[in-house]
């Protein structure tokens, strides 16, 4: 079975300083993984996936995530936050209960909200 | 250029009507999901289709029932809406190859019932 925990419901930070959101993940095989973004009233925009290769995926919008597989881990983080990142942020695991055998399991969402 | 349809984006409607939300691909992804969202933002996955005539519940049992007749299109329906139906409700589609399955989400339809 698959899982995947976002740890923070809400993060609140200034803008242009750096940011990171946090997910963890279980499974028992290997597994996909992705970060979406919602803004209000649209769907879901995919904002970077880890298929395989490198640990460290870059997305749009400047951000990037690095996948962790001893912590089971794949936090987002972005250097520089802008007014425009304020959103509701998905990590997804591919496969699981809540994923219909090819489906994505979501995390429950972390909402980003940008200060001036 | 190639997306993903939803109509309508908003619905208010009476309890115990028959209510229809439309989804339409033009990727010709083979594999199609419904995802409900509660006002608490979380996503579940309440239908999806490997493919025409390929229909399948979701891990969240739900009222509503869905058709796959042509490739491109993937109707939701509600026999008899009631206020526990109220969500928002957002279509995605996928290619049947894909292998690590990247969603790709239509803008919602966000339904309201009285």
């Known amino acids: 079975a698959q899982s995947v925990t976002q740890l923070d419901s809400q993060v609140p930070v200034f803008e242009e300083a750096p940011v990171e959101l946090r997910c963890n993940y279980s499974s028992s095989v290997s597994v996909y993984l992705f970060w979406y973004v919602q803004y209000p009233n649209q769907g879901l925009q995919l904002l970077l996936k880890y298929l395989s290769g490198s640990t460290l995926v870059k997305g749009i919008n400047g951000f990037e995530a690095e996948f962790n597989k001893s912590q089971t881990s794949f936090h987002l983080r972005k250097p520089s936050v802008h007014i425009s990142d304020t959103a509701e942020y998905f990590c997804a695991v591919s496969g699981g209960p809540g994923g219909g055998a090819d489906g994505l399991t979501f995390g429950k969402g972390t909402h980003l909200i940008i200060q001036p | 250029e190639a997306d993903i349809y939803q109509t309508p984006r908003y619905l208010v409607i009476g309890t115990g009507k028959k209510i229809t939300l439309e989804c339409s691909q033009t990727?010709?992804?083979?594999?199609m999901y419904w995802y409900q969202q509660d006002p608490g933002m979380e996503l579940h996955l309440i239908h999806y289709s490997y493919g025409v005539n390929s229909t399948e519940k979701g891990d969240l049992s739900s009222e509503s029932t869905v058709s796959r007749i042509r490739t491109e299109h993937f109707p939701l329906t509600l026999e008899s809406a009631r206020p526990s139906h109220t969500s928002q409700y957002l279509c995605a589609s996928s290619p049947q190859f894909s292998g690590a399955n990247v969603l790709t989400f239509g803008a919602g339809s966000r339904l309201t019932v009285l």
């Open positions: 990727m010709g992804h083979d594999k």
